[in-house]
C-alpha cells in the first residue's frame, strides 16, 4: 500500500499542503478547529513522519538549502533555474520555509558549503540539481544525515541511499522529438547537448542515438557544449557548414536554441525551410524568437514546486513529473527535397 502524504491529508482536508504542515508541525498559520480535524485525518490515513520530516520540523532554521554547482555568470541568463527556483519558493514560502541559495564551482565546493550550512544548523534540507553519473553530493548527503530531493533520474544514487528524487522521462521525450521529425521526412538530425558529465545529458544522448537507429537516420550528429549561448552558436555553425550538414538541429536548451536561430539566419538559411530546430525547456525565449521555436515544452515552475513538495512532505518516496512533449511552433518543417 502507498504510503500516505501530505499530499494526501490535504486532498482529504481540502486545504493547502501549507495548511497540513502548519498544523502537523504545530506552527501558526491554522485555526485551533483546522489544526485538529487536519491531525484526525493523518491518523485516520495512518501517516507517519520519516526521518527526513522529523528532521525538519524539530529544525530551528526553517530554511533549505539548494548550492548549485555551475558558473554563475551562465545562471542569469538561464531559464530554466528561473523558473525552478520560482516553484520552489511558492511551496516554501507557504510553509514560512526560506531557500538559502549559494553558486559555487564544483562539487567538492558544493560538499563543503552543504557541510558548513548544515553543521551551523542553518539550514534543515537541501535540494540537489544538476546531478552526475557519481554525484559525490549524493554519498555526502548521506553521510552528513542531511535530508534532501535529488532533482533528476533516480538511477543516480548509490547502493544503500534512500534521498527521494523527482524526476522526468526525459528519455520518452527525446524518442518523441526523434521519431516526429523523422516521420515527416528528416534523415539528418543532429543534437547539442549539454555538459556530457551530466546524468540527463547522458540519458537524452543515448535515446537520441537509440531513436536513430530505430528510425535509420542517415547522421545523428551529437555536440556536448556547456549551455551557453557561445557554444550553442559554435555548435550551429560547426554542423550548417559542414559537407552533408542537417536538415534539423534539437537543442538542450533555449539559449543554445535562440543562439542556432541568430547563425542560421547569418549564414542565408532560411528557418523552417532548410534547417528546423527544437529547443530545450519552452521559457519565453522560443515564443519571442522569429520564427517562434518549437520546443520539447515542460512546467518547470511545476517541476520546482514538486520538488519542494516531496521534500516537505518527508514521505521518502520518488515522483515522476510529467514528460515534456513536443510543442509545435513555426520552427519545424519537412524538409527541403
Known amino acids: 500500500?502507498?504510503?500516505?502524504?501530505?499530499?494526501?491529508?490535504?486532498?482529504?482536508?481540502?486545504?493547502?499542503?501549507?495548511?497540513?504542515?502548519?498544523?502537523?508541525?504545530?506552527?501558526?498559520?491554522?485555526?485551533?478547529?483546522?489544526?485538529?480535524?487536519?491531525?484526525?485525518?493523518?491518523?485516520?490515513?495512518?501517516?507517519?513522519?520519516?526521518?527526513?520530516?522529523?528532521?525538519?520540523?524539530?529544525?530551528?532554521?526553517?530554511?533549505?538549502?539548494?548550492?548549485?554547482?555551475?558558473?554563475?555568470?551562465?545562471?542569469?541568463?538561464e531559464p530554466f533555474y528561473m523558473q525552478f527556483i520560482a516553484g520552489l519558493e511558492t511551496e516554501l514560502s507557504a510553509t514560512g520555509t526560506a531557500l538559502v541559495l549559494q553558486v559555487v564551482g564544483d562539487h567538492e565546493r558544493a560538499v563543503e558549503a552543504l557541510r558548513t550550512l548544515w553543521a551551523a544548523r542553518r539550514i534543515d534540507a537541501t535540494i540537489l540539481t544538476d546531478l552526475w553519473t557519481d554525484d559525490v553530493r549524493v554519498a555526502a548527503v548521506d553521510r552528513l544525515g542531511l535530508p534532501g530531493v535529488l532533482v533528476g533520474h533516480p538511477s543516480v544514487r548509490p547502493p544503500g541511499s534512500n534521498v527521494p528524487a523527482v524526476w522526468s522521462d526525459d528519455a520518452a521525450a527525446l524518442t518523441e522529438a526523434v521519431?516526429?521529425?523523422a516521420g515527416i521526412g528528416h534523415r539528418?538530425?543532429?543534437?547539442?547537448?549539454?555538459?556530457?558529465?551530466?546524468?540527463?545529458?547522458?540519458?537524452?544522448?543515448?535515446?537520441?542515438?537509440?531513436?536513430?537507429?530505430?528510425?535509420?537516420?542517415?547522421?545523428?550528429?551529437?555536440?556536448?557544449?556547456?549551455?551557453?549561448?557561445?557554444?550553442?552558436?559554435?555548435?550551429?555553425?560547426?554542423?550548417l557548414t559542414a559537407a552533408d550538414p542537417p536538415t534539423a538541429v534539437m537543442f538542450d536548451n533555449d539559449i543554445m536554441a535562440t543562439a542556432g536561430l541568430h547563425v542560421a539566419r547569418k549564414l542565408g538559411i532560411d528557418v523552417p525551410g532548410r534547417l528546423s530546430i527544437v529547443a530545450g525547456d519552452d521559457s519565453q525565449l522560443c515564443e519571442m524568437a522569429y520564427p517562434a521555436l518549437s520546443a520539447l515544452a515542460r512546467d518547470v515552475h511545476a517541476y520546482g514546486a514538486h520538488a519542494a513538495r516531496v521534500l516537505l512532505s518527508g514521505s521518502g518516496a520518488d515522483y515522476q513529473d510529467a514528460t515534456p512533449r513536443l510543442l509545435l511552433r513555426d520552427s519545424i518543417a519537412p524538409p527541403p527535397h
Open 188 to 239: 539528418r538530425i543532429a543534437r547539442v547537448g549539454g555538459l556530457v558529465s551530466l546524468s540527463h545529458t547522458r540519458i537524452r544522448t543515448a535515446a537520441f542515438r537509440a531513436a536513430a537507429r530505430t528510425h535509420g537516420l542517415r547522421a545523428a550528429e551529437v555536440i556536448d557544449t556547456d549551455y551557453t549561448w557561445e557554444a550553442g552558436a559554435w555548435a550551429t555553425e560547426r554542423l
Open 179 to 181: 521519431g516526429y521529425l
Open 1 to 77: 500500500m502507498k504510503r500516505p502524504t501530505i499530499s494526501d491529508i490535504a486532498e482529504a482536508a481540502g486545504v493547502s499542503i501549507g495548511a497540513v504542515s502548519f498544523a502537523l508541525n504545530d506552527r501558526p498559520g491554522v485555526s485551533a478547529q483546522t489544526r485538529e480535524r487536519i491531525r484526525a485525518i493523518a491518523d485516520e490515513l495512518g501517516w507517519q513522519p520519516n526521518a527526513a520530516a522529523r528532521n525538519l520540523s524539530a529544525a530551528r532554521a526553517e530554511a533549505i538549502g539548494l548550492v548549485i554547482a555551475r558558473d554563475a555568470a551562465t545562471l542569469g541568463v
